[in-house]
């Protein structure tokens, strides 16, 4: 079974230009979170979905970021325009049962490293 | 509120033994445990759901206290691919995870 993946691996871009992140979550699985690593810092909660719902989208920083999930199955993350603070580890994680829970495991892709210049 | 670990690292000689510890100001329902080697995912090692909890993973272990709304992760006679930044992940609404800030974990021969 494939695991969740992320694309592109890397961004390399300059302040005001826009990127777009895009997570496959493992298949079957209903929520889909999206975290953020500064570096050196703890990894920290964006957004939440439930299928193509979003759930909690209390940790997304400003509205500068918008995050869809089309269908309930991929989910992008646009930055727009980008600052120089967005820079850091951008990873996407799902977990199976509806609704989350606090018992659910939740399995990260490898992440997207994004650096704005 | 973010959970607390202790240490911030740690550097061991091949064979040695740790502790990492996690504390949370908040009541504990579950605590999970990530290993993230640089440039990797995040690895899922396991989840602890009710206190006096333990479990075990080869040799890696874990506690859950929840009237002391700790946990802590044990490596027993620690191997080189054990190196790493070992996350502790409380659950909010939704099942979101609140991290810990980290410990990094250095495995010499």
């Known amino acids: 079974e494939a695991g969740v993946t992320q694309f592109p691996s890397h961004s390399v871009i300059e302040k005001g230009q826009t990127v777009t992140l895009r997570c496959d979550p493992i298949?079957?699985?209903?929520?889909l979170y999206w975290y953020r690593r500064v570096m050196g810092k703890e990894i920290k909660f964006l957004l939440h979905?439930?299928?193509?719902?979003?759930?909690?989208e209390s940790g997304m920083p400003n509205n500068r970021f918008l995050a869809e999930r089309t269908g309930g199955t991929y989910s992008t993350l646009k930055v727009q325009p980008a600052e120089l603070e967005d820079s850091g580890v951008y990873f996407c994680a799902s977990s199976q049962a509806l609704g989350g829970g606090y018992s659910e495991t939740q399995y990260f892709g490898p992440g997207t490293r994004l650096l704005v210049l | 509120q973010q959970p607390v670990q202790s240490p911030q690292a740690v550097i061991l000689r091949e064979g040695e033994d740790a502790v990492i510890n996690c504390s949370s100001s908040?009541?504990?329902?579950?605590v999970h445990w990530y290993r993230q080697k640089h440039g990797e995912a995040p690895v899922f090692l396991m989840i602890l759901l009710k206190g006096g909890e333990q479990k075990g993973h080869e040799k890696i272990s874990a506690s859950f206290n929840e009237k002391k709304q700790q946990s802590s992760l044990y490596l027993t006679a620690s191997q080189l691919s054990y190196s790493g930044t070992y996350f502790c992940?409380?659950?909010?609404?939704?099942?979101?995870?609140?991290f810990g800030q980290g410990t990094e974990l250095s495995v010499k021969p």
């Open positions: 992940g409380t659950s909010g609404p939704g099942g979101k995870l609140i």
């Open positions: 298949s079957g699985h209903d929520n």
């Open positions: 979905f439930v299928k193509e719902s979003k759930q909690d």
């Open positions: 908040k009541a504990l329902y579950s």
